[in-house]
């Protein structure tokens, strides 16, 4: 079985506990979430925590389930879904924002806010490469920013403007499963990952540990970081996907 994962801090909970044992059994496949909506449409993966906007589609699709209830959602400030580079959304009429080639929901998430909350259309989004006057960063990249330019420079945190303006939870990863996997390997599939989450979240000071040493960025950053995620989707964080499945439709 092919598992996708994603090479960021907020991924490294379901996977922090698995057992070397358990891990050999699969393939483990690390990509940024936009590669990995394409990996699982070409068939190349089969369950993973996919951005939303994949997700939902690889569902839609009917190839895919949601597995349970396992995401990552954030309610408010969550530190690692950034628009860096403005005081305030004005600055960017008429105006070029540089896009993470990671993204495939937080711009989505851009958008929607701009056009539906500020009223601007005439805004363009361009490559990461170009010049333009903000910057949509997310996961580590958007992390370490913070971490280290927060009070340098002005940066909107999407979460938090989302959660303002609707009252409600963001989710940016949903797991996901390949429908024709026999149903005891998508149940085991479940508990595996539901425990190794817990685990995890019993002993984040662990987890953050790990991190820092991958990332280089201080360990006590990155367990706060972590305690301000929501794993396991809620009816409140349910019910902000679906907000924002009916405002993307409405785009």
Not at 50 to 65: I, M
Not at 91 to 120: F, H, M, N, Y
Not at 136 to 162: H, V, Y
Not at 167 to 190: H, M, Q, S
Request: glycine share 10%.
């Amino acid at each position: 079985m092919n598992i996708a994962t994603m090479p960021f801090v907020n991924v490294s909970p379901y996977f922090h506990f698995l057992s070397a044992r358990w891990l050999d059994r699969h393939r483990v496949v690390s990509a940024v979430p936009r590669q990995l909506g394409d990996l699982a449409r070409l068939g190349k993966v089969d369950v993973g925590a996919f951005s939303y906007v994949d997700g939902l589609g690889l569902v839609e699709s009917g190839e895919f389930e949601w597995l349970g209830s396992l995401g990552i959602a954030g309610s408010g400030p969550i530190h690692s879904i950034l628009l860096c580079g403005v005081d305030q959304s004005a600055d960017l009429r008429g105006q070029a924002i540089a896009i993470s080639p990671q993204t495939a929901t937080t711009v989505k998430l851009l958008e929607l806010w701009l056009k539906q909350k500020e009223g601007l259309t005439d805004f363009r989004f361009t490559g990461p490469d170009d010049n333009a006057i903000a910057r949509l960063l997310i996961g580590d990249d958007a992390l370490r920013r913070k971490l280290t330019l927060g009070g340098q420079e002005p940066q909107l945190d999407l979460s938090e403007a989302w959660t303002d303006w609707t009252g409600l939870p963001f989710v940016f990863a949903r797991w996901a499963v390949r429908k024709a996997l026999p149903e005891r390997e998508k149940k085991e599939l479940a508990l595996t990952l539901g425990a190794s989450l817990d685990l995890a979240l019993e002993d984040l000071e662990d987890v953050a540990q790990a991190q820092a040493d991958r990332t280089g960025l201080p360990a006590d950053k990155i367990l706060a970081y972590l305690k301000g995620i929501g794993y396991h989707l809620g009816p409140t964080q349910l019910a902000g996907a679906e907000e924002f499945k009916r405002r993307l439709d409405l785009l």
